[in-house]
């Protein structure tokens, strides 16, 4: 029995303890690997949420600015039938397609509102092809809206711009004068006619 204590104790209790061991040192270089690793993650979600708050919109509370390039005065005459608005519009969030819209009206009333177009950039236009179905010599008021595209959707109004109509509804300078030839002629057809018959009652 003692023979076989020594041998128990020659053979196995030194490779269970080599494997004791073996087993303790992968265990721990393991542990550590990873606590390596959840540090690095922690660093790069440190890093994600550090550029998450970079790229976070600022708190934007300034209202769109804009100003009438065309006309460029107040009480302009407009003598043509189509007439193109432009604008400029300044802010640090450019409004989008949709966010910039027009209204014309007369003294009493709101005549219509329409969509601006961009032309690139700040600027934006609207072209006014309809103005012969409106009364001349009206005055006509024009104003222009816009909505940054912010989180916070800032949005103004531009200050009123005044303009007359003024559209020629005669018939043109050359129907004008052909018409003055053609009566002028047919006038003086009639004198030579009526010329000619009192000197043949004379006769």
């Known amino acids: ?74 009480f302009t005459i407009i003598n043509r039938n189509s007439y193109t608005f432009i604008v400029n519009i300044s802010d640090d969030n450019l409004p989008s397609y949709g966010n910039v819209t027009i209204q014309i009206s007369n003294n009493t009333n709101v005549l ?34 816009a909505k940054d595209s912010s989180p916070n959707e800032n949005y103004s109004w531009s200050v009123y711009f005044y303009l007359t109509v003024s559209i020629s509804t005669g018939p043109p300078i050359l129907n004008v004068v052909l018409y003055i030839i053609a009566v002028s002629f047919i006038f003086a057809a009639i004198m030579v006619y009526i010329n000619r018959k009192w000197r043949f009652r004379a006769s």
């Open 112 to 145: 219509f509102n329409a969509l601006m177009n961009q032309e690139g950039g700040s600027l934006w236009n609207f072209n006014w092809n309809n103005i012969s179905l409106y009364p001349n010599y009206n005055i006509y008021k024009i104003k222009v809206w």
């Open 1 to 74: 029995m003692k023979i076989v204590y020594k041998e128990f104790k020659k053979t196995v209790i030194p490779k269970l303890t080599i494997f004791i061991t073996l087993f303790l040192i992968i265990s721990i270089a393991h542990f550590y690997i990873n606590l390596g690793n959840l540090k690095e993650t922690e660093n790069n979600l440190d890093n994600y949420e550090g550029l998450l708050f970079t790229q976070a919109p600022v708190n934007d509370t300034t209202v769109p600015i804009i100003t009438f390039i065309q006309p460029s005065d107040n």
